[in-house]
């Protein structure tokens, strides 16, 4: 059965520091990846999606992920974070190409900016 | 564009009582889904609908849990009897399409305390 992994529960950075969350899968085969992030007080919302192409995903609000098959990862980064930052991120993951694969999400990083 | 509808926002009961959950996806959405999300954990797919077909129920404690969408569009999840185990948020989400590329758009959840 395919899994999630957030290792990094709760990640404090102070404000213009560099994030990196780290989402590890089990799955062998062809994969789709999201990232989905919950703003204190709001709904979860898409914050960037790899299906195919470029490893390298740009997504909302500065952020971008990079999908390395080899390591089965999809580690999200910012180089500069904002207090409006803190939320709680979550990876999930879909079998690609498969139209009857259910979505199955990590348990979540919280993540608290110090301004 | 209206988003997810959840009702009620926040249910106390007593174990063993029945409560039930709405939820009015985004018009024109044909897939919608049920998830439960435990504290510290990331959302966990119950059931998930195209238009008023289950496509997948696998993991529905159906022994209590039930959930119809009956004309397409809005759906109810109920409880009957609830367990202490059952306290989570339950998240609605809807998709255009069931495509597992398709970004699913999340309601506010409703916040289940069982006592």
């Known amino acids: 059965a395919q899994s999630v992994s957030q290792h990094n529960h709760h990640v404090i950075l102070s404000e213009a520091a560099s994030l990196e969350l780290g989402c590890n899968y089990s799955y062998g085969g062809t994969v789709n990846l999201f990232w989905y992030v919950q703003y204190p007080g709001q709904h979860l919302q898409l914050l960037l999606k790899?299906?195919?192409?470029?490893?390298l995903v740009k997504g909302i609000k500065g952020f971008e992920a990079e999908f390395i098959k080899s390591k089965f990862s999809f580690n999200l980064r910012k180089p500069s974070v904002q207090w409006s930052d803190t939320a709680e991120y979550f990876c999930?993951?879909?079998?690609?190409?498969?139209?009857?694969?259910?979505?199955?999400f990590g348990s979540g990083t919280r993540l608290s900016i110090r301004p | 564009e209206a988003g997810v509808a959840q009702s009620p926002r926040y249910k106390i009961i007593e174990k063993r009582q029945s409560v039930a959950f709405w939820c009015n996806p985004i018009?024109?959405?044909?897939?919608l889904y049920w998830y439960q999300q435990i504290l510290g954990q990331g959302p966990k797919l119950l059931i998930q609908f195209q238009n008023n077909g289950v496509v997948d129920d696998s993991q529905l404690p159906k022994d209590r849990f039930s959930a119809e969408r009956l004309k397409g569009v809005d759906s109810t999840l109920k409880i009957q009897p609830a367990k202490l185990e059952d306290s989570a948020v339950y998240l609605c989400?809807?998709?255009?399409?069931?495509?597992?590329?398709?970004?699913?758009?999340f309601g506010p959840g409703t916040r289940l305390t069982v006592t």
């Open positions: 790899y299906f195919s192409g470029d490893p």
């Open positions: 018009s024109g959405h044909a897939t």
């Open positions: 989400a809807s998709s255009l399409d069931w495509g597992n590329m398709d970004e699913q758009y």
């Open positions: 999930a993951v879909t079998e690609g190409g498969s139209s009857a694969s259910k979505i199955i």
